[in-house]
């Protein structure tokens, strides 16, 4: 009998978000996911093959054609795409970028949810020590920063939705982070 | 919860940061440096009571190493720089910072 391989989304099995009109927590699902980290001369070249621009702005994500590229330091990009377009993103800063390199391939390693509504914010703010005034941190900006004590990476897609990017044995800590943070405006 | 200025994402929460140890330190050629030298080298550090340069690393951020130097007694980040900049005059900052101490006390 040959075995049967099944995918299990990081996030299944888990205790439900309570879910309010005024916040919910929503797996992104799969997504094929790059970590990208070159010369600035470099990102230029990925940019053009990848579609979204890889910014050189610090803390800002570039967003086109359903791919977005996260700027997560001066060197250092991470780029998002659909589930399943991972080799053809590789294979296309393979042929775009001749100087030295490195691009990998982390969308198993990564898990993602979209963290939205009224109290977005505030629930994030339980544990992320960051300013997320509009002023400090605007819709389009990104960082790698904390969520209690998991590394995350954040960014404001909207006014009140955040992606969040979490390593996927810290799923069941991020989810239920969010869920006992959200509580307070069940 | 004090705020570290990474030269490159700005004023950012401390539990951001790792402090990497005293800064400019340059490591010996283990050939004809002596065992005292090199152990000098190893283990023994300025720790003083002030001002002290130091390498630290933005690692829940952008990731980058800096430098800074920080008062050891109030852990005031006086002033923060690139890897490879060199060396602040400590004695030079201390003295504007007690002038600057000096200013505050008078205007009390
Ligand atoms: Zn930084």
Redesign the interface.
Known sequence: MTPEIKRVGAFEGLPAFPATSRVKAVPTGPLARILFRGSPAAAASVSAVFGAPLSTV??RAGEAGGRAALW???D?WLLIGRDGEGEAILAAIAGAVAEPHSAVDVGHRNTGLVLSGARAVDVLNAGC??DLHPSAFPIGMC????LGKA?IVLWRQAADRFHIEGWRSFAPYLLGFLAEAAREYA | ?LLITCP??GP??E??FRNMGEAHIARPTPEGTSDDDMAAFLYLRSNPKGLIAERWRHV?????FFNAVRHTVTDKFVTVYEVGAPKPDLAALAADLAADLAAREAGR
Do not use: F
């Open positions: 610090p803390m997560l330091g001066p250092e020590p960051l960082t790698r920063t904390l590394e | 919860m490159i994402c950012r929460p539990i951001e829940h951020g952008c990731a980058r």
